[in-house]
């Protein structure tokens, strides 16, 4: 069973940059990939980014190309998410995922962690 906490969220002003990390325990890290998806208020939950086991091969929903970055720290179990040039429509819960499988960390990811607020404000 892998453990997920999430950590990092808070309130940023629109064009600001906000760190998240997600530290994972129970499991051997480097056998999973991890990702991030993200929730905001009456919208569906949806896949923000993945990154291989590795860390050499990353994801991207295409709104947040080019302004999110996703990376690995394997001998520290954790994943981050860098944000930067933040959009107010990026207001939403962040929940850390992760799973043995490279395509279904993606879509329909085993573990979960609670998640953590980021507000964007205008």
């Known amino acids: 069973q892998v453990s997920l906490v999430e950590s990092g969220g808070g309130l940023v002003q629109a064009g600001g940059s906000l760190g998240l990390s997600c530290a994972a325990s129970?499991?051997?890290?480097?056998?999973?990939?991890m990702g991030w998806f993200r929730q905001a208020p009456g919208k569906e939950r949806e896949f923000v980014a993945a990154?291989?086991?590795?860390?050499?091969?990353?994801h991207y929903e295409d709104s947040v190309k080019g302004r999110f970055t996703i990376s690995r720290g394997n001998a520290k179990n954790t994943v981050y998410l860098q944000m930067s040039s933040l959009k107010p429509e990026d207001t939403a819960v962040y929940s850390c995922?992760?799973?043995?499988?490279?395509?279904?960390?993606?879509?329909?990811?085993?573990?979960w962690g609670q998640g953590t607020q980021v507000t964007v404000s205008s």
């Open positions: 995922v992760a799973d043995v499988n490279t395509i279904v960390v993606r879509t329909r990811p085993n573990y």
């Open positions: 129970g499991g051997t890290f480097s056998n999973y990939a």
């Open positions: 990154i291989n086991w590795r860390g050499d091969i990353t």
